[in-house]
């Protein structure tokens, strides 16, 4: 990863190490984990660096995980951890229990093991995982203003004379916020992005599982970029592709395991009984997606059916990844009911709401932020703030407790 990128999470794996005894940060590959976590291995937690990415360390791992673990000083980062099974984090979690002493391990994985439940359940209370995302537009930018903190405060970015219309945010879109897809343009970011996810899928995939149609996968993967920012129905999926809805359910899992594709739950309040309960699906990364799509830069300025999704997916893991170092404490959902629907629900551990709307337009007409107005009216004295993000020039106030915002806000 390019030094110069300043990531959130640097500060978030700093106070885990003070106090617990297993860090592990997990992210795709090419996301700068091992830039992030070398740089602190060297400077502010010392620490012996051994990569299971090296066959003679991963066999050692995988042949002996208790004497592998022996033979290494501590602290100790070990990087992509998953390529040493399941039995190199029991031993780690044997050694843990032996020396509570906080900082151990610092971990990074291009797959998500925890999903292991076996895993999970051994290494409960011993770790802490942290999620590093591709860059932030944020991050890019060099800034560091939470626009989740700002929704929760009811505070919007305060912008004015923001480039309007389509070219507002088609080339971040297009870009994505891997580091070496952002050093790239045309046709050799596009092939950067072809070798990248089939090394991903051919790799990573198998050694996080050893299911039969795999081969399937990539097929899937399409599928869902072409529906990005719509509700996932694993039947309907099935169907299409001639699986069964298990088999689609549990492929889905394996791309989030692997940190290409997010799902969000639908958010269940209790204002209703026919709230949906079926998750949206979204290509995490941006530039993935419009390359899965097939999209050049016109046709994502100019084809209003692509747009909108692309607009969409582009602003909800945006506010995603804000949600992971903000200082509000809160989840991600999606909200629809019948014909209505807002994009971005979050909820706080109090039960606040802060909402997102998002229109890939520079005019807006008020039916545009009705459905907020109905969810604010609905949950008065819970809703915190609603925010229409948009392609306008300015932020503009649209009543109480709502705002239109300029999609910079995310990053100015």
């Known amino acids: 990863m390019d030094p110069l ?123 802490e995982v942290i999620a590093l995302w591709p860059l932030s537009q944020s991050e890019i930018e060099g800034t560091t203003k939470n626009f989740v903190d700002s929704l929760f405060s009811a505070r919007p970015p305060d912008i004015d004379g923001a480039v309007k219309g389509r070219d507002a945010f088609v080339k971040r879109v297009m870009s994505g916020g891997y580091p070496e897809a952002l050093r790239r343009s045309g046709k050799r970011r596009d092939r950067w992005f072809q070798n990248y996810l089939k090394t991903t899928l051919d790799r990573d995939l198998r050694d996080i599982s050893d299911a039969h149609k795999l081969d399937r996968v990539p097929s899937l993967l399409r599928l869902l970029a072409s529906r990005s920012a719509n509700l996932v129905s694993s039947n309907d999926i099935g169907k299409r592709l001639g699986l069964e809805h298990k088999t689609v359910r549990s492929y889905t899992q394996l791309l989030e395991t692997l940190f290409l594709v997010k799902t969000v739950q639908a958010w269940r309040p209790s204002i209703g009984s026919r709230e949906s309960s079926t998750p949206k699906g979204y290509i995490v990364d941006s530039g993935v997606l419009t390359h899965l799509l097939g999209a050049d830069e016109r046709r994502l300025a100019e084809d209003d059916q692509l747009t909108g999704k692309v607009f969409e997916n582009f602003v909800a893991m945006e506010v995603m990844k804000h949600l992971d170092w903000a200082d509000t404490d809160a989840n991600l959902y999606h909200y629809r009911r019948q014909r209505e629907e807002v994009d971005v629900v979050l ?38 703030a609603g925010f229409l993000v948009y392609t306008g020039g300015r932020t503009v106030p649209l009543g109480d407790r709502l705002w239109a915002v300029p999609v910079s806000g995310l990053w100015a």
């Open 5 to 127: 990128y300043a990531r959130q999470s640097r500060k978030l794996v700093l106070e885990a190490l003070s106090d617990t005894r297993v860090v592990f940060v997990m992210g795709a590959r090419q996301v700068g984990k091992s830039t992030l976590v070398g740089g602190i291995a060297h400077a502010e937690h010392p620490a012996v660096a051994v990569t299971l990415d090296n066959r003679a360390a991963r066999d050692a791992a995988l042949g002996d995980p208790d004497g592998f673990l022996a033979g290494l000083e501590r602290p100790v980062l070990i990087d992509e951890v998953q390529r040493g099974g399941s039995d190199l984090l029991m031993a780690i979690k044997e050694t843990v229990d032996a020396d509570r002493t906080p900082g151990q391990f610092l971990l990074t994985g291009s797959a998500n093991v925890l999903t292991n439940r076996k895993v999970n359940d051994a290494l409960t209370g011993r770790i």
């Open 347 to 384: 909820e706080n551990r109090a039960g606040d709401l802060g909402c997102i709307e998002v229109k890939a337009t520079a005019t807006l007409r008020n039916r545009d932020w009705r459905a907020l107005e109905r969810i604010r009216d609905a949950r008065s004295r819970r809703f915190k």
